[in-house]
């Protein structure tokens, strides 16, 4: 049920921009897109989320295409903590989240 | 910022007992919560919409009287795997969003799972 198409896995070098792509075509005009990362053998973490408006917060920033298809989600200088699995995610009927494979993200030193 | 709160954070017992895992928003209100199940490097599966006075609503394939949910107030939720046995060990996980901050766009907020092992 997952509506979200990401590559499996990304290397981004300590300390540069790492951007994680997500390709979002069927998604409907009111729905949001989500972007969660995952450190193993913990809970989700809320990154940030968006409609059609590009959104910064102090972790990240959110780019959304003008067509809402796809979306980049920018981590601006990179750490080692930043390795994770990132999700992107668009919200569903009865605010249910329906999680795809995710972005493996490794920060190499 | 809003904290869910799981416990136990990890468990292991003999096959066919049967285990409750807690999900707490402690922060906020949550008239629903949610449930999901991780196996190993697979990505989160939902598995129930847990509704606070009325009956969870399972997703399908999910098996309703394997996995019981009780939400009876607004800021817990309960998971009971009846009969446990080993292919229901997995990482366990429950999330939850804040009624008291307004629009449906806003995120949920995870707890940090609970990791049951069947013996």
């Known amino acids: 049920d997952a509506k979200t198409t990401q590559p499996p896995s990304m290397d981004c070098a300590e300390g540069r921009a790492a951007n994680l792509p997500c390709n979002h075509s069927t998604i409907s005009g009111n729905e949001y897109v989500y972007w969660y990362r995952q450190i193993h053998s913990q809970g989700p973490q809320y990154i940030i989320h968006?409609?059609?408006n590009n959104e910064t917060n102090e972790m990240a920033s959110l780019i959304i295409t003008e067509d809402r298809k796809s979306s980049t989600l920018i981590l601006p200088h990179a750490t080692l903590r930043d390795t994770a699995v990132y999700y992107c995610?668009?919200?569903?009927?009865?605010?249910?989240?329906?999680f795809g494979t995710g972005t493996s993200l490794t920060v190499i030193p | 910022g809003a904290v869910v709160s799981q416990h136990p954070s990890w468990v292991i017992c003999k096959s066919g007992t049967s285990v409750k895992i807690e999900c707490r928003s402690l922060?906020?209100?949550?008239?629903?919560m949610f449930w999901y199940r991780q196996f190993p490097k697979q990505s989160l599966m939902l598995m129930a919409t847990s509704n606070e006075g009325s009956k969870a609503t399972y997703e399908q394939g999910v098996e309703k009287d394997k996995f019981l949910i009780n939400h009876a107030s607004l800021t817990l939720s309960t998971l009971t795997v009846t009969s446990a046995h080993p292919e229901d060990s997995s990482f366990y996980i429950c999330?939850?969003?804040?009624?008291?901050?307004?629009?449906?766009?806003?995120?949920?907020?995870f707890g940090d799972g609970t990791r049951l092992s069947i013996l």
């Open positions: 968006g409609l059609k």
């Open positions: 922060d906020f209100q949550a008239t629903t």
């Open positions: 999330s939850a969003r804040d009624i008291g901050v307004s629009g449906i766009n806003q995120p949920q907020h």
């Open positions: 995610i668009v919200l569903i009927l009865l605010n249910q989240f329906y």
